[in-house]
């Protein structure tokens, strides 16, 4: 894993529809539908507030203060990926701005996820690009060493293949395996299904106690009121 | 302190009026009518801009991981009252989102401090429950492990005792106790009332320097001035 | 560097255009002007979103936990400046609020950049007046403890003298060295003369693999494309 | 709670001897018999490994930069005694040394917990007079601005009221409150006592899935074991 | 990845010796023998100075403040394995202690490499069982929520499979993957090979500059020398 | 400042004996005799207990995960050197190993101070070539892009001049500029003069409070005593 210097072409990506659909339960609930694992760490942070998008993973390895992987990596995008840009150790320089972002647009990518800074948030925000990144810095990067594109990478602490999906929101960003896509969308459908009639009791003044039951398993656990 | 597994059902609250009057002046001026203490952390933030609010301290001690306790604390929660959250741990996991804040809101709660993680940040703001968080994240929690509810915690570096008034808004979080409540009312009122004078005659060009008188201390301190 | 007790009152200063221009370019642009140095840490961040300044240092050094110098500082202010504040050692306290804002708005400073914490935030995004800091905090501060003003200070990791140009937005703070001014508002320019048509060119979805012609250099160096 | 310039002559002590013993057990075993609570945050760590001791806090709170408060609660210490000292913010500035320790250890003080920085350990080592502290800092500190002693504090997250007792070792710092004292000591002993069996168990091979029966409880959690 | 509730019995370790053999080179030959890949983050520091060791990965992934999943891992030990334990969120709570380390000794384990709190370390220091840990703590966890055993995991940003080599010394904790583990043996010895004859020669006064032939591509990159 | 692709081969050096002088003296008595300032943070620290040197400096300025110009320092330095080594972005990769301590060595370097990271930790300390940095890492660098040195640097939060003297010792690193040093090299040797009658006081029982005569201002800023 963190193999150098390469680039895989053909990768497998989920399936688009299931991918895209996937998006529309928000990180979160997608997070819950995976069994409570995929979540990447809470530093991964939106440049902007509101975007809600998912898509098949491009993943980049990026050496510190060095973007030249992100060029090599827009020729492997394709309408409906989003790019994930780990790096090999800790680095918060900005290597993406806005001519970057303009041409991933260009190729159809939906956003961004990179584990290092992005600049120009300004720019971006206005032209509706969204990025989650570990910071925000105005630092310029070199083109010298080689990364790799579309291999395994750990992106926030959390494992990414090429073709997985990413959901992304204001919560966070979950990664979903290509192979768990459609089982999770069904789990996240499902789980969404009976969320409103929940809402419903709860706004009603029924507590979460008695409408999930769990008087008994808290007093077996010990729970004691005190007057 | 931090007994687990209890639930204190009789809090004496603050005054009602006193706590929600503290509320206007906002966490600065009211740190410093405290004396200038009594100021959690300043990693705590609010997850939306522009919220003031305040209330009487509902506390919850939560175990790492787990927010059955947010549960119970709910069953608690009086009109105007703040929930302050507290973990015996740092964690950052998502202990609180869209329908724990449904039921929050419908038992009267005014806001929550979490020494936690915090999700659903987008329903949240639309539906104006304010939280203040050290953290934003999907991950969800499970409910496997006692904590307590309404006995004194140390949430962010301040202790809060249950009933204690919360102020909190866009620079922090205060923390009132309620035997200091009325005093600390009138003393922010105090200070207040002669900041519009001091504003103008800022806005006027008047300097620090003169208004606050000094050059006098400046001087016997040592400060030199060079040319 | 780093004299306590002193304030320099006759500082050389950037010219004032050249000062005042160069924030059109933004921090990002400036910092690859300048050749890719000069930015403080990437942990000092606005305020509030939006605001783009530049103008010329008048630099505090200040005590933890301590705002005299603030006031002592505000007297040096001429219109253009940007006041520059470090602190001796690593300090989130809320050193500047509202009533100094307002009277370094009447003495013309653009804006505050403080490796410290500021508050009444909420007041400040009102008033305009764009602030830089590491921190958001109610905590107030005493006034006891000499600093200087108009000394060298190094600011969130970057050297500041007083006199030289900062460039401040969403993307972060850029020191320009008096001395450079000129040369780095002509080389800003240059480099935003040809953005335009190279936006375009990715906009139509040219590579900048191919625009920057790195083919050849990334097969040099090794990169292998894997069908 | 965090009342500035007082300073408690008369506080009531935990009893000498059971404060004493309890440091025999360690921060581990004290903090399981506390029913896992007590602990002050992993941040806090012993200047030299090895020392293990407990003794009755003497509370400090300490300004930020500023260890005039030292000198006070010097005069408050009784053998036996450990000085808690907090901060009303972060700060890593080195509020004591050689000096003070000589002082700290002709009063009969057994050690020194604080949060904030040390210096001179080098000589402190030699001394033997052991302190946990969150930085290790030769910057020395004013002495301008009141604080208190012998109230009650939060130190590292951790409420501390003057009289607890406090066990420090290399694994961190546990505060039983006095009332808990005899008790948490009981539990202790009582929990040391079948320890060595246990070891002599599990060196000999025996697993803990067995020796704590979690095997049903594992297979009921669901837990699935695949060739 | 990340699923939870599962423990595999049968992983294909690397080869034994090899395994064996890549310890003695320690971590800083064997990450450059990789290709300057697969170095944990270097938060990761032994609790004691001075250990080197390697062996194959058992993997276990914990849930924040419950170790239950390190008993379940010790029955899968086998004589030269390393345990690598992940936890599915930031957290620092002593997993790890005297009784689990006598256990996983006498099952034949030759360290532990944790992404969360270890405690005793006293008398894991005596028992020269060697942990790499994020930090150290005397907070007990409690054994309520399922993870998994001997699945991928990512510890402190590295993936790691079951049965991979892991090399951990003072310098910090690589990952060879079980198939690269005999060809990166070779190129760590390859690479030995030659560094007594560089140490001697710099040794003797010869510039790193002139022994690497440095000072051509140095003037070439634009490296200019100013008297 | 942070000039690129340079190096000043003609540097002025702090008088010798004076630089080694000062090291006698450690940086806590050095800060204080420099009026309090002067000091890197806290996050340097030395890879071995016990070491204390001072020298005069020779400056790196590197770029993030690339160790190329600690080669090109190498041949600048001069026997009682030590050698500063910042970093234009933070940054914790092994940009240090025993080689390049053998060649600084060689060369007559008395220590490195780096705002990085260094390996080899096992084999500097055998050397006995003392190393402060901010992180211990085997993570290799490359050998890419220009930095500088003898240029003037930020490390760790403090300006460094090329010649400037520093001392480095258990407790930190403090750098005393070249034209100061003999200045302070006496206000140091005064300073620790009575030091020795001041600890004999102290250890005989008499307070701070009277040897300081603290008493009164305590009184006069308020402090109040309550039995």
Known sequence: ????????????????????????????????????????????????????????????????????????????????????????????????????????????????????GCRDVKTLSEMKFPVWSRAISSKGTVKATLGSVNIPVVCAGMSVNPGDVVVADDDGVVVVPAALAKKTLDAAAAREANEGEKRAKLASGILGLDMYKMREPLEKAGLRYID
Chains 1, 2, 3, 4, 5, 6 share one sequence.
């Open 1 to 116: 894993m963190h193999e150098l210097g390469v680039v895989y072409r053909n990768i497998k990506r989920a399936d688009r529809d299931v991918a895209h659909d996937l998006g529309r339960f928000g990180s979160a609930t997608v997070h819950e539908a995976m069994g409570r694992v995929g979540l990447m760490k809470p530093y991964m942070r939106p440049i902007y507030a509101g975007a809600q998008v998912s898509g098949t993973a491009v993943t980049v390895l990026l050496q510190p203060g060095d973007n030249w992987m992100m060029h090599v990596a827009a020729e492997q995008i394709q309408p409906g990926d989003i790019v994930v840009a780990a790096c090999t150790t800790d680095n918060t320089d900005g290597f993406f701005g806005d001519l970057l972002a303009t041409s991933f647009q260009a190729r159809g990518a939906v956003g961004l996820v990179i584990d290092g």
